[in-house]
């Protein structure tokens, strides 16, 4: 069982920057793919960026070029920095391992 946590969350105004920050309860070497997804009200839950190794990074379209995923093992912590944010990237985010475990997510709220 591996458990998350999120920080790093909070309101913004467009144009501004984020770093969220996602821990786990083993080490991360452990953890062959992590990533951050998210969720808009009335939305489905949906892939921001993962980082696996011997493979790299993957992003979505929307969010390339703004945000960069990275794990620094060092710190044994998972980050999703987010810059030129857009009120469209609202939503709660969400850290995962392995698209099997889940934290309880972080609210991020640009607005206008």
């Excluded at 992590?34 to 969720?39: A, I, K, L, T």
């Excluded at 993957?58 to 960069?68: C, E, L, M, P």
């Excluded at 920095?81 to 850290?95: F, G, H, I, R, W």
Aim: hydrophobic share 35%.
């Amino acid at each position: 069982q591996v458990q998350l946590v999120e920080s790093g969350g909070g309101l913004v105004q467009a144009g501004g920057s984020l770093r969220l920050s996602c821990a786990p309860s083993v080490s991360i070497f452990s953890i062959n793919a992590m990533g951050w997804y998210r969720q808009a009200p009335g939305k489905q839950r949906e892939l921001v960026a993962t980082i696996t190794i011997g493979r790299g990074t993957n992003y979505a379209d929307s969010v390339k070029g703004r945000f960069t995923i990275s794990r620094v093992n060092a710190k044994n912590m998972l980050y999703l920095q987010m810059n030129s944010l857009k009120p469209e990237d609202t939503a709660v985010y969400y850290c995962a391992a392995e698209s099997m475990y889940w934290g309880q997510g972080t609210q991020v709220t640009v607005s206008s």
